[in-house]
């Protein structure tokens, strides 16, 4: 039995990625030794210490980390960071003689494991989820020395993981022998063959129920989600997540019965939600250049459930949901949303369960969890 020892700067039982991914090398005859980040406020009195602890998944065992940090702080926990990473290739060294295989999930912990990697002459596998210059807020002049630094990592990884065929940069076009596409897609928790259909017969509502999980940023159109939600009585927003606009967000949940807030809640109990949504958004800001190559979660997890899906325009996955017509798009401002919202409600609930419909065949046969299995099967075994 082979160890891998996978980390990212999340707590696993809230993060999809971060859990499938775990579950599924361990499901593969694998022991998993995943190491996450519980973050804290600055003036949290909690406990700092690292735990080591069994999970429910057999074979996976969590390392969790506490940092005291600022949500979407970015280059402002530069020292929160640092600490992070000593703490994480602390874990990594002392682990090292067990580990068959490091498995980094984005920049920051590719830097720590890529040390300990070529320290103890081990493999390791460089999962880029998200491009760090665009997704963290790093000053313009310090741009070309992670550029460097980013490109050393992949040229010495034995894998390169990337979420989308879109990702394959020129530069990573030389390594394109080494490269894995892996979907951040959803395990399929709807037996197969469902009808969305039947999903929406089942919890009938004279509401559009609107559902969004993730990140509460300012980036995601959640002020303004919440503000179309409450000018318009047929609408129902279900949300939850957590980031800085956690208390906002709580706040319209007391001004709107009809805005239901549920805080950070486990990945499970977010897709058992969603499952009784009429509609999912992921409205990010095509300002943001990270958002211009933006492959969310939540296209696969709306192609899953059956589900339509709300995307802004600009943010590079448009013309897929237009051409495979499994939902719509928006400009990102509440005048084109609260437009668009108008147009679904005067429509008959079959419109929705259709596209919804379009959404759960392509699932099924493209862009299913299992078929990324077959993947991440060939990645631990090629990088063995």
């Not at 640092?82 to 920051?108: G, N």
């Not at 998200?130 to 034995?158: C, E, G, Q």
């Not at 897929?320 to 409600?345: A, D, M, P, W």
């Not at 609930?349 to 596209?355: T, Y």
């Amino acid at each position: 039995m082979r160890t891998v020892l996978i980390a990212y700067q999340v707590e696993l039982s809230s993060n999809s990625l971060f859990y499938k991914l775990a579950k599924t090398i361990a499901e593969l005859g694998n022991k998993v030794i995943a190491v996450g980040v519980k973050r804290l406020s600055r003036d949290s009195k909690d406990d700092i210490k690292v735990t080591f602890t069994t999970t429910e998944l057999p074979n996976v065992y969590y390392v969790e980390i506490p940092i005291k940090m600022d949500f979407a702080g970015g280059f402002r926990n530069s020292l929160g960071v640092l600490k992070y990473q000593l703490a994480v290739m602390r874990e990594a060294r002392k682990r090292a003689r067990e580990v068959d295989i490091f498995y980094a999930i984005d920049f920051l912990m590719a830097i720590p494991l890529l040390f300990v990697a070529i320290l103890k002459k081990k493999k390791l596998i460089y999962h880029i989820a998200d491009n760090f210059v665009d997704a963290y807020k790093v000053p313009r002049f310090l741009k070309p020395f992670f550029i460097m630094i980013d490109r050393t990592i992949i040229r010495l990884s034995s894998a390169i993981v990337i979420p989308h065929e879109s990702r394959i940069t020129k530069h990573l076009q030389r390594y394109k022998e080494k490269i894995f596409i892996i979907y951040n897609t959803p395990e399929d928790t709807i037996s197969k063959g469902i009808e969305a259909t039947e999903l929406l017969k089942r919890n009938p509502s004279k509401r559009l129920r609107i559902a969004y999980f993730g990140v509460l940023t300012e980036d995601r159109f959640l002020r303004e989600l919440c503000e179309a939600v409450f000018r318009n009585n047929s609408l129902e927003l279900h949300i939850g997540g957590y980031g800085p606009l956690e208390s906002y967000i709580s706040e319209q949940a007391k001004r709107c019965e009809r805005i239901i807030f549920y805080g950070k809640v486990s990945y499970q109990r977010v897709l058992d939600i969603q499952k009784n949504a009429d509609l999912l958004v992921a409205m990010y800001d095509p300002s943001v250049p990270n958002n211009r190559r933006s492959c969310p979660n939540k296209l696969y997890e709306a192609m899953m459930l059956g589900k339509p899906i709300v995307v802004a325009k600009g943010m590079g996955i448009e013309d897929f949901v237009v051409s495979q017509n499994i939902g719509f798009v928006s400009k990102y401002s509440i005048e084109s949303f609260e437009k668009l919202i108008q147009e679904l409600l005067s429509k008959d609930r079959q419109f929705l369960e259709s596209i919804g419909k379009n959404g759960r065949k392509l699932y099924e046969k493209e862009y299913s969890w299992e078929k990324m299995k077959d993947r991440i099967r060939r990645v631990i075994g090629e990088s063995s």
